[in-house]
């Protein structure tokens, strides 16, 4: 017996929502209680979702770990993504690009994504699923850091300082973990952005 | 019955040695294992010490471990010291101090302390005993960097680029972490060079 149209749609939209619920509320554990504490079961409850719904969406920790670290990425990707579109080709200033970018890799995203990365270091199994994770939202962060600084690659030393100042702002992340770094933090990135607007200066469009 | 002196010495210098072997191994273990698996056991284990020696030494995993980072930095920022001491006021090339410090944050014991910190990021005991540890490890690698590159703090900018130095190569410990980056960060650090030799070159002695 197929359901109708009418019936399999708000059945699929709910299946959908509780999938999101379960991701959003995976980042949040992760963020808050750490690796060993965040499993399915713990998850679900956050989430307000029985444990077999939890079971029947994700297999094991390690599946929703990595599907919640992807998507809360797309999710703040393309959020940065409209917010560039919005301003219609104007630049916006450096110091608002590093901002934005320390914003990022200071959010409890940041810190679920860093509870994934350091438990698949020590885990060949999971290494191999965030392998190609860390891959795609590397390459997507550089495409959009390139885009917002307006930096021309094709310049020498360009794209070395493009990738250093994502470096920087994952270390920055980091020295964030334990204590809050902010006053630091706003210090150095006022420094670095007149550094970045020295290197790109000649080579922005 | 009070051992003569000729027997207390050895026997403080076993104890002594014991206690190294074990810090050694957590760093070891840590580095390889992750922080679940690395318990006084397994690390006694690798150290080829009795369980009842290890915990007559470290009676919890945290104090262990705790003690691990802190003795592997200090064994680390001392061999840097006696590196930059028999320059005898030669400066190093910028590159190659750079290269130094990256090597220090894609260590072993880099990842060992990163198991430590991202635990202590979920865990408010374990975290008031990494603040201080983390403060103190931050100050003397941030002097070192100072000396090494022979910047003069006093002039607007410097102490901000020297930050961002580390906070750089601590961004570098972390791509570091599931993949072989060496190719990339070479590239980068050649580029940070220039960058850096630029930012400090009217500054420096």
Redesign the interface.
């Known amino acids: 017996m197929e359901p109708t149209q009418a019936v399999r749609e708000p059945r699929q939209d709910r299946s959908r929502a509780t999938r999101q619920r379960l991701l959003e509320a995976a980042v949040d554990c992760l963020s ?6 965040t499993t399915v079961a713990v998850v679900a409850e956050r989430a307000g979702v029985s444990r077999g719904a939890a079971q029947h969406h994700f297999r094991t920790r390690e599946e929703l770990v990595t599907a919640a670290v992807e998507y809360g990425t797309e999710v703040r990707l393309r959020q940065v993504r409209e917010h560039l579109n919005a301003l219609a080709g104007r630049r916006l200033p450096t110091l608002d690009v590093l901002t934005m970018l320390a914003e990022m890799y200071t959010s409890p995203l940041f ?1 679920a994504a ?2 994934l ?7 060949e199994q999971l ?1 191999a699923q ?2 190609p994770l ?1 891959a795609r939202v590397g390459r997507a962060a550089h495409r959009l850091t390139v885009e917002a600084l307006g930096a021309d690659e094709s310049v020498p ?1 360009v794209r ?2 493009v ?2 100042t ?10 964030d ?3 809050d770094d902010s006053a ?1 933090r706003s ?2 990135l ?3 952005a ?2 970045l607007d020295l ?1 790109l200066r000649d080579h922005t469009a």
Chains 1, 2 share one sequence.
């Open positions: 808050s209680l750490g690796w060993s504490r810190r860093l509870q990365w350091v438990a698949a270091s020590s885990d290494r965030v392998v860390e030393g070395e300082m990738q250093a994502l470096d920087l702002v994952r270390g920055l992340g980091l020295a973990l334990l204590t630091r210090r150095l006022r420094q670095w007149s550094t290197a």
